[in-house]
DNA sequence: GGTTATTTGAACCGTTCGGTCCAATATGTA
DNA sequence: TACATATTGGACCGAACGGTTCAAATAACC
């Protein structure tokens, strides 16, 4: 009956990496560079690993890559809630789209967004990516929704529009995305987040009475 | 002073194919798979020229692809202003993003818009298609900047954001584009442009009396 | 029909690709 | 200290990569 304590969980040698931590510098390599041109040399860089330590904790390439997009979209989506929080409907909805134009103006925000990238660049040629393009797709939506029906409750907007607002405003981010990564000037990027917010306030019902 | 007829224009062995076919079906070629992704088997696949006499002709990989670009936006340019014709301001709009729908449940419209897939996946990285990401860009805003001037001129909007509705309506065509590609189901991203047709219909100013 | 200019297919280049294997090494347990 | 177990770096694999060269074939012009 003398439980052993629960010492020898590994019995060899430990791993002397973080695997959370290097999957996130990989996520950043393909972040970067994309999926092809990202090679297994530019892995074994990014990673500071041995190329047969990642493969063998990892796997291939291609798993290496969905795990990278997946922990992209948990991260990010972890971050999406902590943003776009609060009561407030349009205003909040309006400092999201604040914190999109410091993204697209950061060396970092430059190279767009992983989900969308990976949308247009493996699209229906590989299956898991398509379903990640879905998942960052819902997870979005959800978050914008959020402060839009926050505002329709609030009656700042025609409760009517929700749907067209959320479908709008995923629009805007993803289109944002796409500019910063394209080789846009930032200060046109910004142009472009100016209009957005321009449109939001356009939304706003004139105060009832 | 005899002008001799101008018959010898080319002396040796007249060329077999037509460039501007040749450059299409290499365009076709570089939307479906993308940049990285297209070999030079598969260039010469898709061209039935030798590998050599596409070098000799068109140049390296990287030349080619611009080329392709080139032609593309051209092509693309001629459709849009074909396209986006008439007097009718946010009808013709409409009438626009119902074909983008058309193109968007099509076999070919579902790789997406070339100049985007080009943007997202090359990027900064390549001085030449950042280039084409900013022709894409303007040509793009000037077409649909013509059927909104014109709803402004006829009273359908608010002649102030018309700047605003030409960043929007431009917005709404590029994330049609990504969730095409993306391998969103054709009836999601059908949902999404009616959701773009109702945004613009919310545009519309009450008819002054 | 001979000349000339061009295309053509194939062989070939060195490099990099993604992936695999294994002996050496390092560490926790007994 | 000896054992068991996992990680590690590097050698190595065949294939495909983008790109180049060249002799042979071909067709318009004189």
Chains 1, 2 share one sequence.
């Not at 040698?13 to 040399?41: H, I, Q």
Request: charge should be negative.
């Amino acid at each position: 009956m003398s439980t052993e304590t629960a010492t020898n969980r590994h019995r060899g040698r430990p791993r002397e990496f973080d695997e959370a931590e290097v999957l996130d510098a990989l996520m950043e390599l393909f972040w970067t560079k994309g999926y092809e041109a990202a090679s297994l040399a530019d892995m074994v860089e990014a990673s500071g690993l041995n190329k047969s330590s990642l493969y063998n904790t990892f796997g291939s390439k291609d798993e290496i890559y969905d795990l990278a997009l997946g922990r992209y979209l948990d991260t990010r989506g972890g971050m999406l809630d902590q943003i776009i929080t609060g009561d407030r409907g349009l205003d909040d909805l309006l400092d999201f789209f604040e914190f999109v134009r410091l993204e697209a103006s950061s060396e970092s925000g430059r190279r767009g967004c992983l989900a969308v990238n990976s949308s247009t660049e493996l699209g229906n040629a590989k299956p898991t990516a398509a379903e990640f393009s879905k998942r960052y797709r819902a997870t979005m939506g959800e978050a914008l929704r959020r402060p839009i029906e926050r505002a329709a409750v609030l009656g700042q907007i025609d409760p009517e529009l929700v749907d067209v607002y959320v479908d709008t405003s995923r629009a805007l981010v993803v289109s944002a995305s796409v500019a910063a990564r394209g080789g846009i000037e930032t200060e046109e990027v910004s142009r472009q987040i100016d209009s957005m917010c321009r449109l939001v306030d356009s939304w706003r019902l004139p105060a009832s009475v």
